[in-house]
Structure formats: structure tokens, C-alpha cells
């Protein structure tokens, strides 16, 4: 068995993957593995990636199959890993070359589930870096308040996966989303790295960049792990969270996203949509308990929403887009 295995799905990164293979194969964890994933991929990305099955045959274990996305290639990784420890990182991005040295043997002195490590925002086309630090959380339900939902900043006993099999939600965005809250309530132990490892590297015209009418699935995947909550029986327990999170995502980051859309039809769709979503599934979501509890900026915030302020806002927040 390998300590950690790197799952590492590819599509048409032929100028990046180089970069993020040079990081994996240099890694101070010696018992390691790294899983690629060629999902179909159209330009040279495989002659990039040749060059590192030649060098590092001992290291890397190459995978191909018809594009079925990124959740597809992550999910048909899995079986295939052979570590006590999954991550997952995406082939666009790269890793401070003691990362999984640093977690893995984290993990191990705390016996933990998952370790979560900091990571760096960066903006090539800006020429600007910043750092994500992360909330230490403590339970499961601080866990769903507060946990940042990415996989590729995580290493994740593969155990867990196995019995729990969750996965990723295949044909929608924010497949991370879903994954790491149905996810939640397996993890009994998880262990912070409190320092920036992954680069994250924000491309223009990247999914994550790229503001269209799909940003509406937030609102699937949302009402997917609402749905496995409920049929596990989890649902009272965590429904407070589970609301909280909600609002948080509508009025929040997914709000954000929505106002940047240029097509004006889509963008009062969408908006109209975020209220209803929100209204409908909690009519009383303004008494949520940990809203009413928080203080801070972005609390002060939600607290102010109503039809009229949220009107407002949204027309304030798209005119500073144009």
C-alpha cells in the first residue's frame, strides 16, 4: 500500500500540466503515487505527460477514458488508488513539494480522516497572489459552517470513501460542494496544516471564470445534499447548518457570480430564481440561529435582505460590472 495517491485528471492543459506534474514527481513523501487521468483529452497534454511516464515510471499510473468531465475522471480514479490517504488536484494547479509529506504525516500523528491545508489564490493575468486561511473547525457541525469546499486542498483516508462511497456529482458545477458536505458526516477527525500549499490558478475564460445561465446548479447540488441528509436521517440534526449554509451560498458567492453575467435576461432569471429558491425551501430562514448569532460584516449583511434591499443590492452590485 502507498501512503497517498494524487488523483490527477487532465483535459486540454498542455500549458499547465507540466508545471503541475513537476511538483507532484518532486514530492519529499517518497511512497507515493500519482493517478492520471486523461478524460479525453484533444491537444498535447499527452506528449507533455509521456515525458513524465518515461522518467517516472515507478511514480505515476496512467489512466484514459472518453471526456465525461471532471467529476467522471475524479470518480474513475478512485478504485484504482492505492493509498491509506486520496487527494485530488486539479491539472491546471500546483503544490509546495513537501504538501503531502506535510499531511500525510499529520494524519498519521493525529490519526485523522482528513487534513486540510491552506492554499494561494493566484491570478496569472493580474499578476496577483493571495493567501486562503482557512477557519479551524471543531464537529460536524462547525465542519459544515465553516469548512472550505474544495477537494484538492484535502487528503482524505481512502477507507472513508470506500465505506461511505460518496463521489462526485456527475454533468453539474460545484461538484466539490456536493461532495464535501455529503462527506461530512463520515469525518470524525480531521487535522489542520496551517500553511499555504496548493497554488490555485485562476485562468480567464476558466469554468470557475466563466458566468453563464449553469451557474443556476449551485441550487442542484445544494438541494442534492439537502436530500441525502433527509434520507439518512441526518436532516434534523444538521438543519440549522444546512440552512445556513444556504442562505449563505444564494445571497453570497453565488449572488457574485450571477451579477457578472452579461446577458441581462439570464441575469434577472437567475436572481429571480436565488430569491424564490431561497423563500421556498426557508420561508424562515431570517431566524435562523446561527445568523442571528454571527456579528460579523457578512452576517450584518444577510440580517439587512428583504425584496426591497435585495433588489437593491443586486442592481448596485451589476452596475459596478459594467
Keep these: 500500500m502507498k ?9 486540454n492543459v ?39 511516464l518515461k522518467e517516472y515510471p515507478e511514480k505515476i499510473v496512467y489512466l484514459e477514458k472518453e471526456n465525461g468531465g471532471l467529476s467522471d475522471a475524479r470518480n474513475y480514479a478512485i ?8 487527494a485530488f488536484l486539479d491539472s491546471d494547479d500546483y503544490v509546495e513539494y513537501t504538501m503531502y509529506k506535510d499531511m500525510y ?10 487534513v486540510e491545508c491552506d492554499f494561494y489564490w493566484e491570478y496569472p493575468y493580474k499578476n496577483k497572489t493571495k493567501e486562503d486561511k482557512g477557519l479551524i473547525y471543531n464537529g460536524k457541525k462547525e465542519m459544515i459552517e465553516k469548512v472550505r469546499v474544495v477537494a484538492w486542498n484535502k487528503l482524505i483516508k481512502k477507507d472513508i470513501l470506500e465505506k461511505s462511497k460518496i463521489i462526485f456529482p456527475k454533468g453539474y458545477r460545484y461538484e466539490d460542494v456536493e ?32 458566468q453563464n445561465e449553469r451557474n443556476k446548479e449551485i441550487f ?39 451579477v457578472k453575467i452579461k446577458d441581462q435576461n439570464i441575469q434577472q432569471e437567475l436572481l429571480d430564481l436565488t430569491w424564490e429558491k431561497v423563500n421556498t425551501n426557508f420561508p ?9 448569532s454571527k456579528k460579523d460584516l457578512k452576517s450584518i449583511y444577510l440580517k439587512t435582505i428583504n425584496k426591497f434591499t435585495y433588489e437593491m443590492y443586486t442592481t448596485i452590485l451589476s452596475l459596478f460590472q459594467k
Design 3 to 11: 501512503s497517498v495517491s494524487v488523483i490527477v485528471p487532465f483535459y
Design 14 to 52: 498542455e500549458g499547465y500540466i507540466g508545471r503541475c506534474l513537476d511538483t507532484l514527481v518532486k514530492q519529499t513523501l517518497g511512497d507515493i503515487e500519482i493517478i492520471l487521468v486523461n478524460d479525453g483529452s484533444k491537444d498535447r497534454s499527452k506528449i507533455v505527460v509521456d515525458k513524465y
Design 79 to 86: 478504485p484504482y488508488a492505492k493509498g491509506e490517504y486520496i
Design 105 to 114: 504525516e499529520l494524519a498519521k500523528k493525529e490519526n485523522s480522516d482528513m
Design 179 to 210: 461532495f464535501t458536505y455529503k462527506l461530512v458526516p463520515y469525518l470524525n477527525k480531521v487535522s489542520f496544516l496551517k500553511k499555504p500549499c496548493v497554488h490555485y490558478i485562476q485562468r480567464e475564460g476558466s469554468i470557475s471564470n466563466n
Design 220 to 258: 442542484d447540488v445544494l438541494g442534492h445534499v439537502i436530500d441525502f441528509y433527509k434520507e439518512n436521517d441526518l436532516y434534523e440534526e444538521y438543519k440549522d447548518e444546512l440552512e445556513y449554509i444556504y442562505i449563505r451560498y444564494a445571497f453570497c458567492s453565488s449572488l457574485l457570480r450571477i
Design 284 to 292: 424562515e430562514w431570517k431566524k435562523n440561529p446561527i445568523l442571528k
